[in-house]
């Protein structure tokens, strides 16, 4: 299944209730534990509040030069021996892909985790012309397996339990003559990597996505934990970087700034386990490397998005802090978002992407409690574009007629004070004495939305204006 | 018009502006009048204007802009002149402080005058402590409290040790932290009857929370907040006092039952 076929944000309400009730959901999620450790690592960094400072420059001054960089960074990757292909839509970057895989009679393809890979439906588009994907990381591989999209951005699986993976690796690894039920990680870890080690010696091409782009030697950077980026970009005949413009940094000092935030923002290590820079295709001294290096940039409405109030939103990194710390998330899971990127970053790149018709109730399912732009290691203002994003919706006149005509009604009395107290007084009153016995509300008309789990607490009975008035007489 | 800016150096008998909060003006006007005491005993000249109304948020956050600013010139207009200008809420004065000056970017007439309102804009408590350097108050209640850190007081005014250190100081209280008592209590304004479920599931946790500390009381400094919590409370059949922090600070409970309970 692939979100970016058939997105389901419109239903984030659905879905959101659908998953408090999945109780199977709710034990994977359990507790995620990034919170902790990222805690951690940032109290053992005492330059990590400059260095956000600093990665949030790097980003910007990248961003404001973009043309630039770009056509510096496509520059390097060819005198390095790489090829580039732009791609505005999803449809060219499939396109573009699928004709690169063919170039070299592929067969099967691995791939390193991408997010974008995602985002165009990549897998399900090989598929149906005849090349079979591989993915290698253990999370992606188990979610493959199980015909669904991640759910969190570096922990894709996170929705899945021990158990689940167990039935999934007993029914779909019996294909290998595996027809034993496991029940440690640690076996199920071995299975899955015996079986990937073949894939990775027969795959004819490795597509991964990049953490970076880096403009002064034309190279992408991936950061992994199992080591299945490397196999997946050195093995095969045919590397294939699949990035988005806004990956690039300009310099590989600044991408090594920016990766002392990552790892410690994601996961709370101090860095990723494999931090690895490819810069073109093998050349003649070099052991081992692909013999083709070909980068596909697809923008897919993120350069349209420069200029706009969202243009911050081009600085992330992926590292996910902002779903770790979200309460809504934490409560829902990322499938409920019901595209691609969940969570606080998901909630305001979504409507950039597909639309806020599309995603318009997503960037509504905060709180702004404000933890995500407080965890976010490139200080992304999320509630504030979320905001915005309610502004569009509510300007393009998106939102529900009843909110929209019940905010007109009281706005219309909380600009006339005499009119606001003529309403509210005799209102508060009655209320306060209906309530005066019990001290609240188990229902109350018109207020279902809260009565339906709480109770309503009552009001005192006059209002501090009136009591002050009295009081000053 | 004449403009005031912040004074540099505290004075001695500041004029303060309270401004109620249009939830505590309908729901629990003793907020307000714990508020007032407390000021005055910190020396402060206390008037709440009449023709104030609501900081306007709830259109803000519903993306109607041009109502925000409708309801926020209100406040603007009421509040000029003061030297300071509080509330017992740190969602309300964030959305002055921090709020108000984009709201009003561009607008000739407002701008400025917006800037200057944000700037003499204060959350009661943190006013009390960093302002008026108030070190104690003179209080007393029995009882073990626990105490919700409110989002937009924690993270757009940085309100955290100062309810604490005021609180230690009254006399009979003890004070027990509450394990995430900075995670979001599920009210979020409108957020809590447009998602009820995933809003429930928040209050939930956060009450279960409070009672495990085994504190009787759990105080924060947001009345949205302890609406919310105080509801879930009941509803839950949790033994969970909730009152607003200023409640306790001032001394007022023995006459005042807790939110949503009925006088003893």
């Known amino acids: 299944m692939s979100f970016a076929e058939a997105p389901t ?37 005492p330059e990590f509040e400059a260095l956000r400072d600093q990665a949030r420059d790097i980003k910007d001054h990248t961003l404001k030069h973009l043309d630039f960089y770009l056509e510096a960074y496509e520059a390097k990757v060819m005198e390095s021996g790489g090829h580039m292909h732009w791609c505005r839509t999803p449809e060219e970057a499939r396109r573009t892909i699928l004709d690169l895989c063919r170039s070299v009679g592929a067969r099967s393809v691995t791939r390193g985790k991408t997010m974008i890979g995602e985002e165009i439906a990549l897998n399900p588009f090989l598929e149906r012309n005849g090349i079979e994907p591989v993915e290698t990381d253990l999370g992606e591989y188990i979610i493959q397996l199980r015909g669904e999209p991640p759910s969190h951005i570096i922990a894709p699986a996170i929705h899945v339990t021990k158990e689940q993976v167990a039935d999934t690796f007993l029914e779909k690894h019996a294909a290998y003559g595996k027809t034993r039920l496991l029940t440690e990680p640690r076996e199920m870890l071995e299975e899955a990597r015996g079986i990937l080690r073949g894939k990775f010696l027969k795959a004819d091409a490795g597509i991964t996505g990049a953490n970076f782009l880096v403009a002064e030697t034309g190279s992408s950077i991936i950061v992994t934990n199992e080591g299945n980026g490397d196999l997946t970009q050195l093995l095969p005949k045919m590397h294939i970087v699949l990035a988005t413009p806004e990956k690039l940094v300009p310099t590989l000092e600044d991408a090594s700034t920016i990766l002392r935030l990552l790892a410690r923002s994601a996961t709370g290590q101090e860095f990723s386990v494999y931090t690895t820079v490819s810069t073109g295709p093998r050349r003649r001294a070099d052991p081992d490397g692909p013999a083709q290096y070909h980068v596909v940039i697809l923008d897919n409405g993120r350069i349209s998005m420069l200029g706009t109030e969202f243009q911050d939103m081009l600085r992330c990194i ?21 595209w691609v990127y969940p969570g606080p970053m998901g909630s305001v790149l979504t409507p950039g992407l597909i639309g806020v018709d599309q995603a318009g109730a997503l960037p509504n399912a905060s709180t702004f409690c404000g933890k995500c732009e407080s965890v976010c290691p490139m200080k992304i203002p999320l509630p504030k574009m979320m905001r915005h994003w309610r502004e569009r919706e509510y300007e393009a006149k998106l939102s529900p007629a009843i909110a929209r005509w019940g905010l007109a009604a009281w706005a219309f009395a909380a600009r006339r004070p005499r009119l606001y107290r003529a309403l509210t007084r005799p209102a508060m009153a009655v209320l306060g004495r209906l309530g005066k016995r019990r001290g609240n509300f188990a229902n109350l008309p018109l207020a279902g939305g809260w009565t339906e789990f709480r109770d309503m607490p009552a009001p005192e009975g006059k209002t501090f204006h009136q009591l002050w008035a009295e009081r000053s007489r | 018009m004449q403009e005031k800016s912040p004074p540099k150096t505290p004075l001695r008998s500041p004029k303060v502006g309270l401004f109620v909060t249009c939830l505590v003006d309908l729901f629990r006007p003793s907020i307000g009048f714990a508020a007032v005491k407390l000021l005055q005993d910190a020396g402060c000249t206390v008037e709440a204007p009449a023709s104030q109304i609501c900081c306007g948020q709830p259109a803000y956050n519903s993306g109607d802009r041009r109502d925000a600013k409708a309801v926020a010139r209100g406040i603007v207009d009421a509040f000029e002149g003061f030297d300071y200008v509080v509330a017992p809420s740190g969602s309300c004065a964030g959305m002055i402080r921090e709020h108000y000056p984009q709201l009003f970017a561009g607008d000739a007439a407002y701008e400025a005058r917006a800037r200057n309102l944000a700037e003499r804009t204060h959350e009661l408590v943190s006013f009390l402590v960093d302002v008026l350097h108030v070190k104690n108050v003179q209080a007393r209640y029995d009882g073990t409290v626990t105490y919700h850190d409110s989002c937009s007081g924690l993270r757009e005014l940085g309100v955290k040790h100062q309810p604490r250190a005021l609180l230690n100081g009254v006399a009979g209280l003890t004070l027990k932290e509450l394990p995430g008592a900075e995670i979001c209590c599920g009210f979020g304004g409108t957020f809590c009857v447009k998602y009820p479920e995933i809003s429930n599931r928040m209050v939930s946790d956060k009450i279960a929370d409070a009672a495990k500390t085994g504190a009787g009381t759990l105080l924060a400094g947001d009345l949205g907040c302890l609406l919310n919590m105080a509801g879930k409370a009941t509803r839950a059949g949790v033994d969970l006092e909730c009152r607003h922090v200023a409640e306790v600070l001032a001394g007022m409970t023995q006459d005042l039952p807790p939110i949503g309970q009925a006088k003893k």
Request: proline fraction near 2%.
């Open chain 1, 9 to 45: 944000s419109r239903n984030f309400k659905q879905n959101a209730s659908a998953a408090l009730r999945n109780e199977t959901l709710q034990r994977a999620m359990g507790y995620l534990g990034f919170t902790q450790k990222r805690a951690e690592a940032v109290a053992r960094l």
């Open chain 1, 318 to 338: 992926r590292c996910s802090a902002c779903l770790n710390h979200c309460p809504v998330y934490n409560a829902v899971g990322g499938h409920a978002y019901g």
